[in-house]
Nanobody, 116 residues
Framework: QVQLVESGGGLVQPGGSLRLSCVASGSILSLKYMAWFRQAPGKERELVAG???????TYVDAVKGRFTVSRDNAKNTLYLQMNSLKPEDTAVYYC??????????WGQGTQVTVSS
């Protein structure tokens, strides 16, 4: 069974940093697009950052210059380095993976809270 396991969330003060990780375990093959989404209370889930198998990245405007998405294909792992965090970054962050073999997968979510 294929699973996405996220880690790295938590409580951080404004201006602080966190690094999220998402490991795809099980018989997962041919990872294509990998991304981080987030959902704040009362809001729709939104794409934060994505990275293609080519390494090409995309970011929502609100996080450009502060967040960096990366992937380690050998480890089937996706990362999100979040710097200069703001209270409006508070949300549940979800890992998303599109595999040519396994289809679309979502992680269970990890809470990020930015507060003093």
């Amino acid at each position: 069974q294929v699973q996405l396991v996220e880690s790295g969330g938590g409580l951080v003060q404004p201006g602080g940093s966190l690094r999220l990780s998402c490991v795809a375990s099980g018989s997962i093959l041919s990872l294509k697009y990998m991304a981080w989404f987030r959902q704040a209370p009362g809001k729709e889930r939104e794409l934060v950052a994505g990275i293609a198998s080519s390494g090409s990245t995309t970011y929502v405007d609100a996080v450009k210059g502060r967040f960096t998405v990366s992937r380690d294909n050998a480890k089937n792992t996706l990362y999100l380095q979040m710097n200069s965090l703001k209270p409006e970054d508070t949300a549940v962050y979800y890992c998303y993976v599109a595999s040519a073999v396994n289809g679309v997968l979502w992680g269970q979510g990890t809470q990020v809270t930015v507060s003093s």
